[in-house]
């Protein structure tokens, strides 16, 4: 018997909600043969309500009301052993998460389009227990929103939220944050803090509904500071085309990729062509050194031949660019180099999947590999920090005793240089073997 929950949370839709109610039963019944319907009535129902169809197993949860209310059933069903399909009804004052779906804002319209043989899978994230849909933040301007009343938002719809936030944006105040995460710590001051959600769907919303607002998009084209993480298939295509639509930059950070991955660093080595490209660190043969390029253009934006002024102390240093031509200059000579680090690179990697079966993810491209003790396919932020510290870290003491030194982070990357010979490579792999052949998964 197939079943479906309908939450509904009253005060949705300027307190219309429970009109719609018969409506979307007789809809849930042209697909499900049990339909119970719940109705919030404080904080926090909706998610308990969630929990229990998932706990009960239900096929499916329909949720009727705004983003706040969507959050709490995604709370509710989250990294559950079962997890119900979610339909949404945008019955909010905002909608955002809807918005972003291209749900049909006409609730009349969405409740008719409701269609569960035909899903899309979301992005969530989680806040200390919470999860949300799309966005999450800290600051005035969230408390603002939060703190519009019931009555306003009847009153005066979506406007209430804009009068809010204007008294939020004179009167906003600075606070002190601190964030933690696996990469580091920050401690300072802020006046907002907001995690934003990516993914394709999001990031062309976001390019539809801000016409000629967005200058640039900077980002890593392989991502290597959460480890290794390869991008999706088709992602950085799509960000040039997207970009290249709405005249908007696309900017490289190839720092840790650029003359890695190949000579042409990972433009070449996916064949997408940003604007601008900064690069670091290899550049210059070890000296500190930085540079970037791009479109004639946009280069000629700069002094002596552009309004730009850019200089710094370091700039054309004669030592540092001298070690970087010639580091140039033996990648040039030796176009072989990059097959045989890849194969060094594949061998231990390789080695590593096998030893670690089942228990461990690696991710490698090129000369750059990662090892993450997680049974999840690392692909991005939120699966790379399932990953067990405390075995990497006992993984990283094994090989440091024994005279391996790999990257100290879990969420750091390795890199094989030229100089690892093909003993250095056996060694690793032999050790790397036993390093997790003693750990206690």
Not at 275 to 292: F, R, S, W
Request: proline content about 3%; hydrophobic content about 35%.
């Amino acid at each position: 018997m197939k079943k479906v929950m309908i939450i509904i949370n009253p005060t949705s839709g300027g307190e219309t909600a429970l009109d719609y109610k018969e409506s979307l039963e007789n809809k849930a019944k042209e697909y499900f043969d049990y339909v119970e319907t719940k109705i919030t009535q404080k904080a926090k129902d909706a998610t308990q309500f969630a929990e229990k169809a998932s706990k009960e197993k239900y096929d499916a949860v329909i949720v009727f009301g705004g983003d706040g209310t969507v959050n709490e059933v995604i709370s509710g069903i989250a990294e559950k052993n079962h997890i119900p399909k979610l339909g949404i009804i945008p019955g909010g004052t905002g909608n955002l998460i809807t918005k972003l779906l291209e749900i049909n804002q006409s609730i009349d319209q969405a409740i008719e389009e409701l269609d569960f043989n035909f899903t899309k899978t979301i992005d969530v994230g989680k806040a200390n227990q919470n999860y949300f849909g799309y966005i999450f933040s800290v600051g005035s301007l969230p408390e603002a929103i939060h703190n519009v009343d019931i009555e306003d938002k009847t009153k005066y719809g979506i406007f209430a939220y804009a009068i809010n936030t204007m008294k939020s944006v004179v009167e906003d105040d600075v606070f002190n944050v601190r964030i933690e995460s696996e990469n580091g710590n920050y401690e300072g001051e802020a006046s907002q803090v907001l995690v934003l959600l990516s993914n394709y769907y999001a990031d062309k919303k976001l390019f539809d509904e801000n016409k000629d607002q967005i200058a640039a998009v900077i980002v890593e084209p392989v991502a290597a500071n959460m480890g290794l993480v390869l991008p999706e298939e088709g992602f950085l295509e799509f960000l040039r085309e997207i970009t290249k639509d709405h005249g908007s930059l696309l900017i490289f950070d190839e720092v840790i990729t650029g003359f890695r991955l190949s000579l042409g660093g990972a433009q070449q080595y996916y064949n997408i062509k940003p604007d601008i490209t900064t690069l670091g660190k290899i550049v210059g043969g070890g000296m500190p050194i930085g540079a970037y390029g791009g479109r004639r253009e946009i280069m000629q934006m700069i002094s002596p031949d552009g309004p730009v002024y850019q200089a710094g102390t370091l700039s054309g240093n004669p030592v540092a660019t001298t070690a970087g031509i010639e580091t140039l200059n033996i990648l040039k000579n030796d176009p072989q180099i990059y097959e045989r680090l890849e194969q060094k690179t594949r061998k231990l990697a390789d080695a590593a999947r096998e030893a670690g079966k089942g228990h461990i993810c690696v991710n490698q491209i090129g000369s750059l590999m990662s090892v993450f003790f997680t049974d999840q396919k690392v692909r991005d932020f939120e699966s790379a920090v399932t990953s067990n510290t405390e075995q990497y870290a006992d993984y990283f003491g094994y090989l440091l005793d024994r005279g391996i030194y790999i990257a100290p982070s879990q969420f750091e990357t390795m890199f094989i240089s030229n100089a690892h010979t093909e003993e250095d490579i056996e060694k690793t792999c032999k050790l790397a073997g036993e390093a997790l052949c003693s750990l206690d998964f």
